[in-house]
């Protein structure tokens, strides 16, 4: 079980579950990621699929992603809330 999120990240937590539907091949449920612990490895996430989540978090919640960045920054959903947490307040890269 993993431990409560503070009220503030839910939001930014489910923007990032649907951009990351939504950037998926066409074939990703929330339950999908939720089942696979949020690790969009498990879930097969394809190099495109990458590129759409990161110009989506770009556009929507105006944080840089730097895509040449240690993938591992970006490759769970808890590590993507605190990539874009850590951008929105500056402390990020």
Request: aromatic share 4%.
């Amino acid at each position: 079980m993993n431990p409560p999120h503070p009220p503030h990240t839910e939001d930014l937590r489910a923007q990032l579950v649907r951009l990351i539907v939504e950037s998926g091949d066409g074939n990703l449920s929330t339950g999908d990621i939720a089942s696979a612990g949020g690790s969009l490895q498990a879930l097969g996430y394809s190099s495109l699929s990458y590129i759409r989540l990161i110009d989506g978090i770009e556009n929507e919640l105006g944080v840089y992603i730097d895509p040449d960045a240690d993938t591992e920054a970006f490759s769970t959903l808890d590590n993507l809330v605190g990539l874009v947490l850590g951008g929105r307040d500056g402390s990020g890269e």
